[in-house]
């Protein structure tokens, strides 16, 4: 079993920057493809961006391209989303998870969620 805890959020307002991290534990995610996910109030928790197990490829949600970059460490079992150029729509619950297949994670087929942190832009 992994477990996985966010970190990073805050408040920050348009424009500004923030790190997220995702510390895992319980057993290496070297193997684990990981991916970056959002929920607003009211809405659906949606896909942000991914990483391959290997780090040698990533990919983001149209919104987020340019401005939001994914990142992993495995020697230090963690994730992490750098988000430059903040707007008020990235307002989220972000999430970071894992999974064993590359696409479906784009589909939130994963195996374990962390609990979030919570992100907030303000005008």
């Known amino acids: 079993q992994v477990q996985l805890v966010e970190s990073g959020g805050g408040s920050v307002q348009a424009g500004g920057s923030l790190r997220l991290s995702c510390a895992a534990s319980g057993r290496s995610i070297s193997i684990y493809h990981m991916g970056w996910f959002r929920q607003a109030p009211g809405k659906e928790r949606e896909f942000v961006a991914s990483?391959?197990?290997?780090?040698?490829?990533?990919y983001y949600t149209d919104s987020v391209k340019g401005r939001f970059t994914i990142s992993r460490d495995n020697a230090k079992n963690t994730v992490y989303l750098q988000m430059n150029s903040l707007n008020p729509e990235d307002t989220a619950t972000y999430y970071c998870?894992?999974?064993?297949?590359?696409?479906?994670?784009?589909?939130?087929?994963?195996?374990?969620w962390g609990q979030g942190t919570q992100v907030s832009v303000s005008s």
């Open positions: 998870a894992n999974s064993r297949d590359m696409v479906g994670i784009r589909a939130r087929r994963v195996d374990y």
């Open positions: 990483i391959s197990s290997s780090g040698d490829h990533t």
